[in-house]
């Protein structure tokens, strides 16, 4: 299991009409986290892409707990859960400022080819690289 933390201010156009962070939003958070997960591993996404992987999301379990209001600042706490053979497992949770669980996720990837778009076993660049941040 590996861990990560990051931070996302709430812009206004993230809102919706009643002043809450619209529940679209909580994907983009997620994936921006899950993402800059991976840069911090050096396993930037468009070297998933260079090398002929994509990373669908296949999954996606969100529970919203609190309303969320313009200019908060979230903490999000990106879990690598689980890698399986093709698949990836993550989840969430995100903070408030006053570090109250607001949203959970559980989101599920899978490894494809980029050119048959079949699904296929993680590649072993991946694993390497997440073998060696399990172990720091």
């Not at 809450?20 to 991976?38: G, L, Q, T």
């Not at 093709?86 to 959970?104: P, S, T």
């Amino acid at each position: 299991m590996l861990n990560f933390t990051s931070t996302v201010r709430v812009a206004y156009s993230d809102t919706d009409q009643m002043g809450y962070v619209h529940h679209n939003n909580y994907v983009k958070y997620f994936e921006n986290a899950r993402w800059e997960m991976f840069e911090q591993m050096g396993i930037p996404y468009s070297e998933i892409e260079r090398k002929g992987y994509m990373l669908p999301v296949i999954r996606m379990d969100l529970k919203f707990i609190k309303p969320v209001l313009y200019d908060e600042l979230l903490t999000i706490e990106t879990i690598l859960q689980k890698i399986s053979e093709a698949r990836l497992i993550f989840r969430f949770k995100a903070f408030n400022e006053k570090h109250i669980l607001v949203n959970k996720a559980e989101i599920s990837l899978a490894f494809i080819d980029a050119k048959t778009r079949i699904p296929c076993i993680a590649p072993e660049f991946i694993c390497e690289k997440i073998a060696i941040h399990r172990i720091l």
